[in-house]
Structures are given as C-alpha cells and as structure tokens.
C-alpha cells in the first residue's frame, strides 16, 4: 500500500521568506494564474474582502477536475481561532460565526455582535479557540457555544430568536482542556457531545435541551491520567467496525464498550501522532477498515496516516505511511508547511471519497514560536485518490495567506454541492467560497 505524495497543485511554497500580512507569491513555483486583493489595515467594524482565485489543473487526466475558490476577508481582526456556521436568521441560508460576530450569508457582508467584540493582538491568544452550534435550548434557533483558551469554562450563547442585541451567556463547562476539542456524536442520541479532556481524564459532555440553564455533563472515559489543558491530539471513529463510536488520542484509542458507562473503556495503545490536533478516522484504502489521518507534530511538520491491518494472531493493528515528512529537509525544494493545527475531512471536489484540509497555524506561540512561524500561512486540501490498490494524496492550496486557527471548518455555504472553507485566527476571519469546477 502505498501513500505517496503527488507534486502539489496551485501556489507552492519552499521557504520561510513571508511577512505578515503579505502573500508569499515570488515563491510560487508553479504558473497558476493569481489575484490577491488584501487590505490589512481595515475598520474593525468595516468587511474586508480579499478575492483570490487559484487554477488548479489536476495532473492526471483521469482525475476530477479541482475547484478555483473565492476569498472573502471578513475582517483582519484576532477575535478567534476557530470559526463556523449555523442559520442564525432561519432564512435558509447558512451564516457564518467568528469570535463576537456572526455574519449573514449567502454574501457575509452584513455582520451582527453576539457579544462585545475585544480583539487580541497576534503575539498572544485569544479567549475562544474553537466555535460550534446548536440548539441548546430547544426553542428552534440555532445557538453558539465557544470553546475557551484550554482549561478555562465555556460558555454557550443564546439567539434571541431574531430580535437585535448581545445574545444571553449560559454557563456550560468548566476547565476545558485539550487544544481540539470535537464537536460530535460520541453516545448515539443524535446529539452532538463535546468530546476534550478535563485535568486528569478524558471524555466527552452532554447537554439537555429541557434544562438550558443547567450545566453540561462530562463523562469521563478513562483512569486519572496525565491529561492537562494543553493536551494535544483527540479524535473519534469506529475503529473496530462494532458500531460504536470509539474515541482516539496521540498515543492509543478507547474501544468503547456495549455499556459505555463502564468505565474506564479498554484501551488499545499506539503511537498516532507525537503530537496531534483533530485525529480523523476514515477509512483512506477502501478495504471496509477505518484508517487514523493526523498531523504528526502541530507545533513543527508531519503529516501522516495509519493503515489499519490485522496482526498474524487478528488483532488491530496499524502501520504508518507519510504524507508529509514529520522531518523534512528543510535545504530541499520539497514541498513542505508546518504547523498543521487544524483538521477536517471533507469531499472536496465531489468524486465520493473524503479528503483531507489542513493549513499553517500562523504564529501559534508567536513571532519566534515553533517551526517557521513567519512563512506564508498555507491553507490547503488534501486529494484523496485511490487508483490499481494505492494511495495518493495530492496537495491543492486554497490560499497562502490565511492559513488555518486551531479549527478549520469545511461546509457548502453557497449551495454548489461542493465544500467552503471557514477560517478564524490571526490573521482575521476568510471564507472562502468554491466556484464551478473547470
């Protein structure tokens, strides 16, 4: 099996030679027609719009065509590191929601405060590193819940049902841990759970939409351990084909029992990722087993993929194939990008199979923080193709000056059938919208 990586498609970057706010295009080593319009010193209050429109030629004749996006630079503001979507205005029409705002689609150009809006500068953090929606109330308005600065409590925000004004905070959680919290449905209730670590244990909280005031439920599924706010790498998927929804970390995963509340769940150790974000499950060869996709070090390179086999007595197994080196050379023209903070999977070019968007955390510890923090904040997706029993990932780049928070969301905002890109960090809030493919 092999899981190699294809030359990739759309700007290319080799070197750490970028500034903030400044495309890294004399680095470009292939000829795809590009528009950047960037404007950095905007009105907080006012849109930004950044267009930029990538040709990517897939370079197999047999491939699906790639698409071309539209960026749009909703504000160059530090608000948040992890942005997402929900009908806020039940037009039909999906909105967009990053940091204090929440910005009316399909356009996004009219924008709304949930709660007072505070910047932050890019040299530090943010009190809201992820974002996600619901109804948490059951009063048929979508609400918004933000995920805090790791081991701080969390929140949810109430939508006040169409009228003006700062949505009402609910106390949700306390002491969220972990750097990549999931929102997902870990107990089969068709709810989604909140799936992170408190200090000392890992598991997943519960919401009732019958008691909005009351506080979530964690359940922990693991013995006291070493899990602390800044634990890196969570995930979940059926490893075992039981029909369960097992949970997955950087160093093992957590067979969830016929009896969830029988903790702690069997553990299964294995070395995943050394220092992971959102861990994908799914199954990448097409043999019926789920497989494990993952940055290998967040905070420096890698990204890898584990094959799902069977040991000679039948026992999982799993046997590592890269993607990107979690050491590359870094004299090479090769292509590279470091600080793969944020995962999601998502079909991006509609042939069926789920590929993988990633990108550049920009300054995630600062200016002088972690592997190259000042080259060009690559926000890219990864074709997934299968062909005679083998494996390829092709890299396309969406945009080379966004990047990606400590969450990227994937999601057909403007109804083509095809997958958008939501993005809130450092360098402000893009979405950034597919077109007709060629």
């Known amino acids: 099996m092999s899981g190699r990586l294809a030359e990739p498609q759309g700007p290319r970057y080799t070197g750490p030679q970028a500034v903030r706010g400044q495309p890294a295009l004399g680095r470009n080593r ?58 806020f205005n039940k037009d039909g029409k999906l909105d967009v929601v990053s940091g204090p705002f929440w910005y009316e ?19 530090d953090y943010s009190d809201n590193f992820l974002t996600y929606t619901g109804d948490f109330n059951g009063d048929g308005w979508t609400d918004v819940l933000y995920v805090p600065w790791p081991g701080k409590d969390a929140s949810w925000y109430e939508n006040p049902a169409g009228k003006e ?133 967040c905070h420096q390179y890698g990204l890898v993929w584990h094959e799902q086999i069977r040991t000679t007595e039948g026992q999982i197994a799993f046997r590592q194939h890269e993607i990107l080196s979690p050491k590359p050379d870094l004299k090479s023209k090769a292509f590279r990008v470091s600080q793969l903070h944020a995962l999601d999977l998502a079909d991006m070019n509609g042939d069926g199979l789920l590929d993988v968007v990633t990108g550049k955390r ?23 193709r299968r062909t005679a029993g083998k494996v390829q990932f092709v890299p396309h780049v969406i945009h080379d000056n966004s990047g990606v928070g400590t969450q990227v969301t994937a999601v057909d905002l403007n109804g ?14 893009f979405v950034h919208l597919s077109q007709s493919l060629p």
């Open 30 to 87: 292939f000829s795809a027609p590009l528009l950047v319009f960037f404007k950095e010193k905007a009105a907080m209050r006012s849109l930004v719009f950044c267009s930029l429109m990538v040709s990517l030629a897939a370079p197999l004749a047999a491939a699906q065509p790639a698409p071309r996006y539209k960026t749009l630079c909703l504000t160059d503001k530090f608000y948040c590191e992890g942005a997402y979507y929900g009908d």
């Open 165 to 297: 004004g700062h949505w009402k905070a609910h106390f949700a959680l306390k002491d969220v841990g972990n750097e990549s919290p999931l929102w997902t449905d870990i107990d089969g209730d068709g709810r989604p759970d909140l799936l992170y670590n408190i200090t000392g244990y890992l598991g997943y909280a519960t919401y009732d939409p019958a008691k909005p005031d009351a506080p979530w439920t964690f359940h922990p599924i693991t013995p006291k351990g070493n899990y602390q706010r800044y634990t890196h790498g969570i995930g979940c998927g059926d490893i075992n084909g039981d029909g369960r929804v097992d949970i997955v970390e950087s160093s093992c995963w957590w067979e969830q029992p016929a009896n969830r509340e029988a903790t702690p769940w069997p553990k299964h150790p294995y070395q995943f990722a050394e220092a992971g974000a959102q861990i994908l499950v799914y199954d990448v060869n097409g043999d019926g087993r789920n497989d494990v996709v993952t940055a290998w070090h």
């Open 105 to 123: 689609g399909p356009d996004f150009q009219r924008k709304h405060e949930i709660r007072p809006p505070q910047a932050f500068d890019p040299k």
């Open 362 to 384: 920009f300054w995630a510890h600062g200016p002088k923080g972690d592997a190259e923090p000042d080259a060009p904040a690559l926000l890219l997706w990864f074709e997934l």
């Open 416 to 429: 083509d059938r095809l997958p958008d890109v939501i993005v809130g960090n450092k360098k402000g809030t």
